[in-house]
């Protein structure tokens, strides 16, 4: 399963490749991003708008359905807000520069980095620490960002 083969549109407004499929919206920033991270080619990649999800503009898990399954076997997503919310400020994704649109992603792409080496029980720590102690939530951020 490679992502080489050239994206394709649809009606739905995603692009699509053998592993990733991502909103058009995000198609300069995702084009940027990917190829850095090639370990995650081998595994199935969904990135799509959401607003039912609490916390930050961007967040990557494990699709769910995959998260018992090997390490190897693995699906992800990374849901991406619509809307960017800032105090009185409220920016649409189109409105975001690429370049932040990027280091966003890779720092999701990060995440899934570290998600990769983790069984299905240490993800589920993660999330309970992650959810419980401020310092480890901090400590999980700075890593994605290495």
Not at 53 to 67: E, N, R
Not at 82 to 105: E, R
Not at 128 to 136: A, P, Q
Request: hydrophobic share 40%; with cysteine.
């Amino acid at each position: 399963m490679s992502c080489q083969s050239a994206p394709r549109s649809t009606q739905e407004g995603m692009v699509l490749t053998d592993s990733l499929q991502y909103p058009k919206a995000l198609k300069r920033a995702v084009a940027k991003v990917y190829p850095a991270y090639p370990k995650l080619h081998k595994h199935e990649l969904l990135i799509w708008f959401d607003e039912n999800f609490d916390g930050s503009f961007m967040q990557a898990q494990p699709q769910i359905s995959t998260l018992w399954r090997s390490k190897k076997n693995r699906s992800y997503i990374i849901k991406v807000r619509p809307l960017f919310v800032a105090g009185a400020d409220t920016l649409f994704i189109h409105q975001i520069p690429d370049t932040v649109l990027q280091g966003w992603i890779a720092h999701e792409m990060g995440h899934l980095m570290d998600y990769r080496q983790r069984s299905g029980l240490e993800m589920i720590w993660l999330g309970i620490k992650y959810s419980i102690f401020e310092e480890y939530t901090a400590a999980v951020e700075k890593a994605a960002d290495l």
